[in-house]
């Protein structure tokens, strides 16, 4: 009698296996049932403090030189590109599962920033977008004549 482990994901993982091929193309991108491919988006997490909202974006292998960050008409826009590495000839991959490419990603940002003083800065793969908050004006009341 041969024993056999028991692997409870491993017919879930055959079949992703087997369907993997058909979803992304060759260089990692998801590919739409036309042949067009889509770029890959880094995950973001956006929280806020008393003085400022963060917008902190998963970009690991993304050199900094390789990002720009944008403000346009109330929407923040993170662009770049992660590079192909080059092929070495003595190295054989059996799986590859980080994308490569450009990405883009907006938010919109609120009304009450200070647009002058966005700044942002990369961390051990994270890039963080500090959109510092504008003070409150007292609201000012203002008599209108009637005509």
């Not at 993997?20 to 929280?47: H, K, M, V």
């Amino acid at each position: 009698m041969n024993l056999i482990k028991w692997q409870p994901f491993g017919e879930f993982d055959d079949t992703f296996s087997r369907l993997i091929p058909a979803l992304f193309g060759r260089n990692g991108r998801i590919t739409a049932e036309n042949g067009e491919r889509f770029g890959w988006t880094p995950s973001a997490d956006i929280s806020e403090t008393e003085q400022e909202y963060l917008i902190r974006a998963e970009l690991p292998a993304v050199k900094k030189e390789d990002v720009k960050v944008t403000l346009d008409h109330g929407m923040i826009t993170i662009h770049g590109e992660r590079k192909e590495e080059k092929e070495t000839k003595d190295e054989k991959f059996h799986r590859v599962e980080s994308f490569r490419g450009a990405f883009s990603r907006s938010f919109s940002v609120p009304e009450n920033i200070d647009e002058k003083a966005i700044r942002a800065d990369s961390k051990d793969g994270v890039l963080t977008v500090h959109l510092p908050k504008t003070r409150p004006t007292a609201a000012k009341v203002v008599e209108v004549k009637v005509q």
